[in-house]
């Protein structure tokens, strides 16, 4: 069984900075690329960030230079790192991890971690 945790979101005043984390728990796969998806009240689901299994990165052009995503394969976490935070990047924040398993590909999720700006 494959579980994602995510945790570090909460309230922070505009210009802080916050780290999410997504912890994955279980046995038997590989992760290969993962995401990070936030979806805000009454808006779609968008894309924030990826990185693939080497490390490379792409963000949305709105987070561009303000948030970082990264990974620690040795614990299984994927990490995103938000500073310069925006009122408008309150939203539920969800790590999505593609996993390999017995040459199989998954997409599984978290549970999503809320992330409130503040003026």
């Known amino acids: 069984q494959v579980q994602l945790v995510e945790s570090g979101g909460g309230l922070v005043q505009a210009g802080g900075s916050l780290r999410l984390s997504c912890v994955v728990s279980g046995s038997g796969f590989t992760i290969k690329d993962a995401g990070w998806y936030r979806q805000a009240p009454g808006k779609e689901r968008e894309l924030v960030a990826t990185i693939t299994r080497d490390g490379q990165t792409a963000y949305i052009d709105s987070v561009k230079g303000r948030f970082a995503a990264s990974r620690d394969d040795t614990i299984n976490t994927m990490y995103l790192q938000m500073n310069s935070l925006k009122v408008e990047d309150t939203a539920i924040y969800y790590c999505?991890?593609?996993?390999?398993?017995?040459?199989?590909?998954?997409?599984?999720w978290g549970q999503g971690t809320q992330v409130t700006v503040s003026s």
């Open positions: 999505n991890v593609d996993l390999d398993f017995m040459s199989y590909e998954y997409d599984v």
